[in-house]
């Protein structure tokens, strides 16, 4: 009798408990539900869940950094851009955004676009390696030859 | 050894705790974690992996010898030959087993006019590694060089898989006249012909070799035709 009562509450504690955390963390269940769409790429999946997210009053730059990138990978690229834009403004040291931009445009094609981003990052870390060589890229893909074996050559450290 | 009721109690407690596990109460499902610490959560696990669009490449993804290899190729594109060979020589240096970039040089050898550099690049390479284009490319090489049966057997055996390239054909041509296989190279000339009959410089090409097979009448009336 001691043992059914034991297993009786132990599932009502652990009903109540989910519960009690589906209402109090809407929000963090949104996002959990939202990221295992994302990693799964079902991105038009995860978007009206991290926009919910979002309503429901969490602003942290993980659910607007995904949720831009899921606008991204499903071709919403203004509202990708617009998000991202959002996030740099507001976290001008965030360069994880200004990477996931300037790959968007150079992706799609806008190489000027490109090309701005990756030198905002430069001029924040001269030494960023991995934007250099994203530069000399896409300077190659629009014809900017010269400048692009400036960009290289100061990769490999050589004069230039 | 456990008795029966330590057994017991595990039958009615397990299910209980899976249950409970499964509903998110134990730490072993991501639902137990606060928003507040998921960054945190989030530097231990790893992060969820960003969508093609967003190029995830880490600085061990774009090494040196690439970033040489990318600037060899765009220093042949301003027409920096010298430079890019350069840098090309640094490149197989560090990676002697890329036989793509030894190609490469040569066909920058090659737009030097530094022909016996390029030949003997591509000699060094094994002929099962050379793409089909490659193989072109050396038989130019040793056209230049007047080693006319190399080239030959090279052409033909691009020509084997790529019947339609007459670009090619005719360099097959051109090359068994010089090496006065008149009769091969006219019947080469003749195939170009009969898919191109209106092409003027082929057709007075053709007749040139029938001159120098001794031919001289076919030749005034390929000549002919072509002036009309």
Redesign the interface.
């Known amino acids: 009798m001691k043992k059914q009562f034991l297993f009786l509450f132990l599932l009502v504690v652990a009903v109540l408990t989910t519960a009690a955390y589906h209402i109090i963390n809407e929000n963090w269940v949104l996002f959990r539900k939202a990221e295992s769409h994302f990693a799964r790429k079902e991105y038009s999946e995860a978007i009206p869940l991290y926009q919910n997210a979002l309503k429901e009053g969490s602003d942290k730059p993980e659910i607007i950094t995904h949720l831009a990138q899921a606008h991204l990978a499903s071709g919403n690229v203004a509202e990708g851009r617009r998000l991202y834009e959002k996030l740099m403004t507001e976290q001008p040291d965030n360069l994880a955004a200004f990477f996931a931009l300037a790959d968007a445009f150079s992706i799609s094609g806008q190489f000027v676009e490109a090309v701005r981003l990756y030198r905002e990052i430069l001029k924040r870390d001269t030494h960023n390696r991995i934007a250099r060589i994203r530069l000399a890229r896409v300077l190659v893909w629009s014809g900017h030859f010269h400048e692009a074996i400036e960009e290289y050559k100061k990769v490999l450290g050589e004069s230039v | 050894m456990k008795n029966p009721k330590d057994r017991?109690?595990h039958r009615?407690?397990a299910?209980?705790?899976l249950?409970?596990s499964l509903?998110?109460?134990l730490p072993c499902g991501?639902?137990q974690?606060?928003?507040s610490t998921?960054?945190q959560q989030?530097s231990r696990v790893p992060a969820?992996?960003?969508?093609?669009?967003?190029?995830t490449?880490?600085?061990e993804e774009?090494p040196?010898w690439l970033?040489?290899w990318?600037?060899a190729r765009?220093?042949s594109?301003?027409k920096?030959y010298d430079e890019s060979v350069m840098e090309y020589k640094k490149l197989i240096r560090e990676k002697p087993s890329l036989v793509e970039a030894k190609i490469e040089m040569a066909n920058v050898m090659y737009w030097q006019g530094k022909m016996s550099d390029a030949l003997k690049e591509l000699e060094a390479i094994p002929v099962r590694a050379m793409t089909d284009k490659t193989r072109v490319l050396m038989a130019d090489l040793y056209v230049h060089q007047k080693k006319y049966d190399l080239a030959e057997s090279l052409y033909r055996s691009y020509l084997d898989k790529n019947r339609d390239d007459l670009k090619v054909r005719l360099k097959l041509a051109e090359t068994l006249s010089w090496s006065r296989k008149y009769d091969d190279s006219l019947a080469e000339y003749e195939k170009i012909l009969s898919v191109k009959p209106s092409d003027a410089q082929v057709r007075r090409k053709y007749a040139f070799v029938l001159i120098w097979a001794g031919r001289h009448s076919d030749a005034a009336r390929e000549l002919r035709s072509t002036l009309k």
């Open positions: 017991s109690v009615m407690v299910p209980a705790v249950l409970i509903m998110g109460i991501t639902g974690i606060d928003l998921a960054a989030e969820v992996k960003a969508p093609e669009i967003v190029t490449e880490s600085k774009i040196d970033a040489r990318e600037l765009v220093l594109y301003v920096k």
